[in-house]
């Protein structure tokens, strides 16, 4: 089982600018997990919003996120951060982490919430105009 915890929610204005964090762990220490991060507002679904692979680092962002954050690993393992700049108040959103473990030697990048097999707690962003 891969456990998961996202932290660096908060209220800013628009414009501002937050840092997510996740890290993921399981059983297996060499595995490196493809990772997601996914919000979900008040009354709407749960959307992709950016997704890392687990080999190359190949990313992926939802266009209404595109040149505004950055999804990126840490130096330590399994480790994920969620830069986001020029926040407006349509991102005000619960913030969750995602990971899934390699299925095999290919480089894995899921943009679909099915397919990732653990998910952390969930994380507030708030932004006011």
């Known amino acids: 089982q891969v456990q998961v915890a996202e932290s660096g929610g908060g209220a800013v204005q628009a414009g501002g600018s937050l840092r997510l964090s996740c890290v993921a762990s399981?059983?297996?220490?060499?595995?490196?997990?493809?990772m997601g991060w996914f919000r979900q507002a008040p009354g709407k679904e749960r959307e992709a919003v950016a997704a890392i692979s687990n080999k190359i680092g190949r990313t992926y962002y939802v266009e209404s996120v595109e040149g505004r954050f950055t999804i990126a690993r840490g130096n330590a393992k399994n480790t994920v951060y969620l830069a986001m700049n020029s926040l407006r108040p349509e991102d005000t959103a619960v913030y969750y982490c995602?990971?899934?473990?390699?299925?095999?030697?290919?480089?894995?990048?899921?943009?679909?919430?099915?397919?990732?097999?653990?998910w952390g707690q969930g994380t507030q962003v708030t932004v006011s105009s």
């Open positions: 399981g059983r297996t220490p060499t595995n490196t997990y493809s």
């Open positions: 995602a990971a899934r473990s390699p299925t095999g030697p290919a480089d894995d990048l899921y943009t679909r919430a099915e397919f990732y097999e653990s």
